[in-house]
C-alpha cells in the first residue's frame, strides 16, 4: 500500500491530505479542507481507517505451522505500507500517537476504527525502526540502497530528484534531469511538507473559500495536483524496484515480520491497550537490545547477499576472499574432554585482501552460510582455518581450487540475554513500574 500524506504547515501532525492505495490506476484522495477543526481532522482519520484497516487486516486469513524448539502459528503474509521519505515515516509515528488513546465514548468521541488505525500505525513505525523489516518503507531509502547518483545523500531524500538521475527521460542525463525536477510545480515536494509558495499562493486560499462557502473543491483541486505527481512517482520507483533480483535473505526477513504482524493480530484480538507514550525501563532495554541485532543481522545478510557490499568489509579486513589452495578433509582432533576424534578439517586459502583478523578468531563462510570456522594460522598471503560444523558427509568441505570467502559477520545474531521482568527492575532504573492503564493525559493530541 502507497500512503503519501501532507500536513499543515506549522504544525507537527495536523493532516492536510493524504493519497493512498494498493492500485496505481486507483488512488484515493482524502482532504481536510480544514485543518485546524478538529472534527475535520478525525474524519479525516476515520476514512483513512475505512480504506488503511481492510488492507492491513485483511492478511488474518491463511496460516502456516512453524515446527521446531519454538512451534507456532503464522500468517502466510502481511502488510507493506509505504511512504516517499523519512519524514513520511515519522508521519505515520504522529498519527498513531495522536489517535491510538482516542475513545469512541466520553468527551471527544471518534470513530471506533480510529484508535485501532493508530495502533496499527504504530506498530508498523515500530516494526520499521528495526533494521532488515519491510513493513515499513520509506522509498528514499529503498531506492538509495540499490542506485548510486551523482548528489548528496541529503539530495538523494528528494524522490523526484533521485528516481531522476536512476530513469533520467530520453535524451537527458541523470544530472540535467535531476534539475529539471526540482521545479516545485511540475515536481512538487513528496511530503509530508508542501512548498510554501504553494502554501502562500494556492492552499490558503482554498481554505478561505471553503471557510466562506463550506465546499470542499478548491482544496481538494489543490492537493491532488500536489498529490498526484509523487502518486506516479511512487509506483514507478515499485516498479524499479520488483525488477530487481530478490536477495537469498529476504524470505527470512519476511518471516519475522510476519511473525511479529501474528502476534499483533492476537494482541489487538485479545484487547491489548495501546502501548505507552514511553517505554518503561525494561521494555526500553529489550527493545534497544533487539535493535542492535537486528542491525548487526542485516549488515550481514546483505554482506553475504551481495558481493558489492562485502567489498566493502574485505576492505575494511573484516572479511578475505581468496582460493582455497589446500584442504585437510580428514583432519580430526580429540577436543577437550572428548572421547573420540571429531572432524576438523583445514582449508588454506591464498588472498590479497588486506586482512586484519588474527589466529584464533572465529569467522564463518559466505559460501556455506552459517558454517563457522576458526583462523588457525596466517603466513604472508595464506590463511589457514579451521572448519567446525556443518560438514555431514564432507559436503562443507571445499576442494582446491574453489573460491572461498570467510567473515567475522555473524548471520546468526545476538541471543537476547535475561533480562529483569518489570517487577524486578532495580532502582537504579526507577524500581518497579506502576502498572500501565491508558489516560485521558494520554489521548491528548500530538497535533494540538
Not at 536477495?247 to 519476511?254: L, Q
Not at 572432524?343 to 588474527?358: E, I, Y
Request: proline content about 10%; glycine content about 8%; charged content about 25%.
Amino acid at each position: 500500500m502507497v500512503f503519501i500524506p501532507l500536513k499543515l504547515a506549522g504544525e507537527a501532525a495536523a493532516p492536510l491530505g493524504a493519497m493512498v492505495g494498493t492500485d496505481p490506476a486507483e488512488p484515493h484522495l482524502l482532504v481536510v479542507p480544514q485543518p485546524r477543526n478538529r472534527d475535520l481532522r478525525f474524519a479525516f482519520m476515520s476514512e483513512l481507517a475505512q480504506i488503511m484497516l481492510p488492507y492491513i487486516e485483511g492478511f488474518a486469513t491463511a496460516k502456516e505451522t512453524v515446527s521446531g524448539r519454538n512451534e507456532r502459528e503464522r500468517y502466510l503474509d502481511a502488510p507493506q505500507v509505504i511512504v516517499p521519505g523519512r519524514r513520511g515515516v515519522e508521519f505515520v509515528r504522529l498519527l498513531g500517537r495522536s489517535t491510538r488513546f482516542r475513545r469512541s465514548d466520553g468527551p471527544y468521541p471518534v470513530d471506533p476504527s480510529v484508535p485501532v488505525l493508530g495502533q496499527w500505525l504504530t506498530f508498523l513505525y515500530e516494526r520499521g525502526e528495526l533494521a532488515g523489516s519491510s513493513a515499513l518503507l520509506a522509498m528514499t531509502d529503498a531506492l538509495s540502497l540499490h542506485w548510486a547518483t551523482g548528489q548528496s545523500p541529503m539530495e538523494d531524500a528528494n524522490l523526484a530528484t533521485l528516481l531522476a538521475w536512476i530513469s533520467p527521460p530520453p535524451g537527458l542525463t541523470g544530472q540535467e534531469a535531476a534539475a529539471a525536477a526540482e521545479n516545485p510545480i511540475d515536481r512538487p515536494p513528496a511530503g509530508p511538507d508542501t512548498d510554501p509558495g504553494f502554501d502562500a499562493q494556492v492552499l490558503q486560499p482554498a481554505i478561505r473559500a471553503y471557510d466562506a462557502s463550506g465546499s470542499p473543491a478548491l482544496v481538494r483541486q489543490a492537493l491532488r495536483t500536489q498529490l498526484e505527481p509523487t502518486w506516479r512517482l511512487m509506483w514507478e520507483a515499485v516498479d524499479l524496484m520488483r525488477a530487481l533480483p530478490e536477495a537469498a535473505s529476504v524470505a527470512e526477513r519476511w518471516a519475522i515480520d510476519r511473525d511479529q504482524y501474528t502476534r499483533e493480530v492476537t494482541r489487538l484480538a485479545e484487547g491489548g491497550p495501546p502501548r505507552g507514550r514511553r517505554d518503561q525501563a525494561g521494555p526500553a532495554a529489550i527493545r534497544l537490545w533487539d535493535m542492535e541485532g537486528a542491525q548487526q543481522s542485516y549488515d550481514a545478510q546483505r554482506a553475504y547477499d551481495d558481493p558489492l557490499v562485502m567489498t566493502e568489509h574485505r576492505a575494511a579486513g573484516k572479511a578475505f576472499t581468496g582460493e582455497a589452495v589446500h584442504v585437510d578433509a580428514d583432519r580430526k582432533i580429540l577436543l577437550p574432554g572428548g572421547k573420540k576424534p571429531v572432524p576438523r578439517p583445514l582449508v588454506t586459502v591464498r588472498t590479497s585482501d588486506p586482512v586484519r583478523l588474527t589466529p584464533g578468531k572465529r569467522v564463518f563462510s559466505v559460501h556455506r552460510r552459517r558454517q563457522s570456522g576458526e583462523i588457525v594460522e596466517i603466513d604472508g598471503d595464506l590463511i589457514v582455518v579451521q572448519l567446525n560444523d556443518q560438514l555431514a558427509k564432507g559436503a562443507g568441505v571445499p576442494t582446491p581450487g574453489d573460491a572461498v570467502c570467510f567473515t567475522e559477520l555473524d548471520l546468526g545474531g545476538r541471543i537476547r540475554p535475561g533480562f529483569p521482568t518489570g517487577e524486578e527492575t532495580p532502582w537504579t532504573h526507577g524500581g518497579p513500574p506502576a502498572a500501565y492503564v491508558p489516560t485521558d493525559e494520554d489521548a491528548v493530541e500530538a497535533w494540538s
